[in-house]
């Protein structure tokens, strides 16, 4: 498996009529080798796409000094970004080709602290995919540990004429 890429300037992106071309599924495939990249945000919050099947997407991130509050703690908004990834992109690897999709909403509940420097991983799975919405669940644990840090759901919405 090749290394994966982040993008560097818009141009990096595939166009919407490209990406309509693919499933979701093999757009995230394609995200895992590197033949099309992550968004910049996943290179500034320290996160990658680790895994991605029908329905089910992980996300492995290790947040660092970088991504504290005020108080040391590791941001809230920290765990949102990884929540996000990891549902939105459980919606979009259901999806057909055709279809793309953006989040409408996402609820993040932190369960407890995580510590600077602890590898975790965001598991995203899709519970509904409809004609104009996608609904997923997740949590984010600790690779070493196991530990619940938090747990989230988002609702997408779903654009586009599948093919």
């Given at each position: 498996m090749a290394e994966q890429k982040f993008a560097e300037s818009p141009a990096d992106f595939l166009?919407?009529?490209?990406l309509q071309q693919m499933?979701?599924?093999?757009?995230?495939?394609?995200?895992?080798?590197?033949?099309v990249p992550a968004?910049?945000?996943?290179?500034?919050?320290?996160?990658?796409v680790t895994k991605a099947e029908?329905?089910?997407?992980?996300?492995?991130?290790?947040?660092?000094?970088?991504?504290?509050?005020?108080?040391?703690?590791?941001h809230g908004g920290w765990y949102g970004?990884?929540?996000?990834?990891?549902?939105?992109?459980?919606?979009?690897?259901?999806?057909?080709?055709?279809?793309?999709?953006?989040?409408?909403?996402?609820?993040?509940?932190?369960?407890?602290?995580i510590p600077v420097g602890t590898e975790v991983v965001g598991i995203g799975e899709l519970m509904h995919l409809g004609r104009s919405t996608g609904v997923a669940r997740g949590e984010?644990?600790?690779?070493?540990?196991?530990?619940?840090?938090?747990?989230g759901s988002a609702t997408c919405f779903v654009m586009g004429t599948p093919q």
């Open positions: 166009p919407l009529e490209a499933s979701g599924l093999e757009y995230m495939q394609k995200m895992l080798t590197g033949e968004t910049t945000l996943a290179q500034v919050t320290n996160y990658r029908a329905g089910r997407v992980e996300v492995t991130g290790t947040p660092q000094f970088a991504h504290t509050n005020a108080f040391g703690g590791v970004v990884i929540l996000d990834t990891c549902l939105t992109c459980a919606v979009i690897s259901g999806l057909p080709r055709g279809q793309y999709q953006t989040t409408l909403e996402y609820k993040v509940n932190m369960l407890r602290a984010i644990r600790g690779v070493a540990d196991g530990k619940l840090y938090a747990t």
